[in-house]
């Protein structure tokens, strides 16, 4: 665009030709000293911008007047000898890139399970931990008050008859259990299980 319309007007009769000339030198000083492989990838937006900064220093010195406000190739395109080799370097770092990309993703899901995984295990184990925690806490309750029962009482027999009914209530609750018949005990007669003494 004309930056300064004084100097497009007064200072040169073909403008178009100087901004032609003046891109074809900072392109042709940028491309000696940039690799081929950044000039035909990955690297062309600096090269473009090298470019354009060049482009613009010449014309400001040549007072042309015209401001660069982009530059873009329009084509860029290897020797056909070598054009296969480039396809296949740009196509290795799509795939290098893809890889990556994929890598990054499982990554991070991984972690993220891994770290679901942990709080599930931190969050049973302490569930865990307070129910035995509550479970020890009311045995405890429970024989500090049976044994201030105790004594209270002074050691009484009855005190001591309930302690033992209570404790063989916990330890045979799940035992099997048989009831004798004492006066017909002799013939040896037996009855099995509470609820069969009801039939």
């Excluded at 400001?60 to 015209?66: N, T």
Aim: one cysteine or more; charged letters at 30%.
């Amino acid at each position: 665009r004309i930056g300064d319309p004084r100097q497009y007007v007064f200072c040169c009769r073909r403008p178009e030709m100087l901004v032609k000339c003046a891109a074809e030198q900072a392109l042709t000083d940028t491309a000696v000293c940039t690799h081929v492989d950044d000039l035909l990838t990955s690297g062309k937006h600096l090269v473009l911008a090298q470019v354009k900064r060049q482009c613009q220093e010449k014309l400001r010195a040549w007072e042309v007047g015209i401001e660069i406000i982009s530059a873009n190739f329009a084509s860029v395109y290897p020797p056909a000898a070598v054009s296969e080799a480039f396809k296949d370097v740009a196509s290795a770092l799509e795939d290098r890139d893809r890889i990556v990309n994929e890598a990054r993703g499982d990554q991070s899901e991984t972690i993220h399970r891994a770290r679901g995984a942990a709080q599930k295990e931190i969050s049973e184990a302490t569930a865990l931990s307070k129910a035995k925690v509550n479970r020890a806490q009311g045995e405890t309750a429970r024989f500090l008050a049976v044994l201030e029962e105790y004594r209270q009482s002074g050691k009484s027999e009855a005190s001591i008859t309930r302690l033992y009914i209570e404790t063989m209530e916990e330890v045979l609750a799940e035992a099997e259990k048989y009831l004798i018949d004492p006066p017909r005990s002799a013939e040896g007669s037996a009855r099995r299980g509470v609820d069969d003494a009801n039939h």
